[in-house]
């Protein structure tokens, strides 16, 4: 006679497992959600800004030197998600996965409809109706704020130490190199991509790709960090994602960003050597930033920051970069607003350096935000009765072949 607890497992699985008919029709959706997602990820995301330089010197002549308020206007490639039909493709996705009920359903309709709300945040940008969500209003925690508060204000100054390691005189082909051994080391099959046009000097992209930018300068310890950060912390969870067999985890639930940038700051000073001083003043003052973005106008926001890092060796510009990141989502630098994921670093972290080992390695094999944490058992299951095997670099291309890269 079967126990209580077998016949309950065994009903799960049953509910869980899907008919060869059903599975064969969740690889179909998932390839166009992924096809979806990865348009989404370049056509309605404000990433790069292509007047950084131009905007810093009207910023400093208007309002540094003279006083004149001077909000800058900020140039992005041409948004060309319509091209893809890209707004017509989520709302029928959309409907196709209310149709096909099964525990992960849920989770694709969510991303799509931050899809379609992202289209739309794009198109109200430029209308007077624009105002600051109250999600994103009410999103910072008073506790996490008087710490990272409390960060910048013991933090003697921004400057690197003069010891060699610290030293940035690595060129990006060593730089490449370094990462490519990382790379082979750890079993990842990633793309190294030079990109000159890029923000920060390296990221990595869910279509298994290493972006570096080339013309930047590295020092050994960059290079320590970032190896811990993006490859050991962005990477590695990506490469788990895989994994899974299914894009909807290559791209992460709602809310993955939280424990994905957590992870990889708790990499940085943990599984290294030497780490930058300046790696914990930067998440603490993304954070305020954010919160200033949140509340003052863009020049006020400017003065509150560099008011708060006074004495600490850090530069007008370095603050003026500062805030045109936070405000690369929000496109209108006059109007309140901040991009969200720059609060995650700080607020990851703090999550991430709380948890057992035990709960790192576990998160660490999802893509996932923390409100599917005690959901992870539920997606095992799946993947194991389902028999989901990892996705294939054929099957990668079948989504990356439609989106022209820029």
């Known amino acids: 006679m079967k126990s209580l607890y077998t016949y309950i497992k065994e009903s799960y699985d049953d509910y869980l497992k899907l008919s060869d008919e059903d599975k064969e029709k969740l690889l179909k959706l998932d390839l166009e959600y992924g096809k979806i997602m990865l348009i989404a990820r370049y056509e309605t995301v404000c990433r790069r800004i292509d007047n950084n330089d131009e905007e810093w010197e009207n910023f400093e002549t208007n309002y540094i030197n003279n006083?004149?308020?001077?909000?800058?206007i900020l140039k992005f490639p041409d948004f060309e998600y319509e091209k893809y039909d890209l707004k017509n493709r989520v709302e029928k996705l959309i409907d196709k996965f209310i149709e096909f009920d099964i525990l992960l359903s849920k989770y694709y309709i969510d991303n799509l409809e931050t899809v379609r709300f992202q289209i739309e945040?794009?198109?109200q940008l430029e209308s007077d109706d624009y105002e600051l969500s109250v999600g994103k209003k009410t999103a910072f925690k008073k506790e996490l704020l008087d710490e990272a508060f409390k960060i910048i204000a013991e933090t003697d100054s921004y400057k690197q130490p003069e010891d060699k390691e610290y030293k940035r005189d690595k060129s990006g082909d060593i730089v490449k190199k370094r990462i490519k051994n990382a790379l082979d080391e750890y079993g990842y099959d990633w793309k190294i991509i030079e990109d000159n046009k890029m923000p920060p000097r390296m990221g990595v992209n869910p279509e298994k790709t290493f972006r570096i930018r080339t013309t930047a300068?590295?020092?050994?310890?960059?290079?320590?960090?970032?190896?811990?950060?993006?490859?050991?912390g962005h990477v590695q969870k990506r490469w788990n994602a895989y994994q899974t067999g299914?894009?909807?985890?290559?791209?992460?639930?709602?809310?993955?960003?939280?424990?994905?940038?957590?992870?990889?700051?708790?990499?940085?000073?943990?599984?290294?050597?030497?780490h930058k001083p300046a790696a914990m003043f930067n998440i603490a003052l993304s954070y305020i930033s954010c919160y200033y973005c949140s509340k003052y106008d863009f020049c006020e926001a400017f003065d509150r920051l560099k008011q708060l890092c006074e004495g600490k060796n850090v530069s007008d510009k370095r603050i003026f970069t500062q805030m045109i990141r936070e405000k690369r989502s929000t496109i209108r630098?006059?109007?309140?607003?901040?991009?969200?994921?720059?609060?995650d670093y700080f607020r990851g972290y703090k999550m991430i350096d709380s948890m057992t080992t035990d709960e790192r390695k576990k998160i660490m094999k999802w893509n996932i935000g923390p409100h599917q944490y005690y959901e992870i058992d539920a997606f095992e299951k799946f993947v194991s009765v389902n028999d989901l095997k990892p996705i294939s670099n054929s099957r990668l291309e079948q989504i990356t072949k439609e989106y022209k890269f820029k």
């Open 333 to 343: 630098t006059d109007r309140l607003g901040y991009w969200s994921g720059d609060i």
């Open 246 to 274: 299914l894009f909807l985890f290559v791209f992460g639930l709602p809310g993955k960003n939280i424990f994905d940038e957590g992870m990889a700051i708790w990499n940085t000073f943990n599984l290294t050597i030497h």
């Open 217 to 232: 300068k590295f020092s050994d310890v960059d290079i320590e960090s970032l190896i811990a950060h993006e490859i050991r």
């Open 67 to 72: 006083g004149k308020k001077y909000y800058p």
């Open 121 to 123: 945040y794009i198109e």
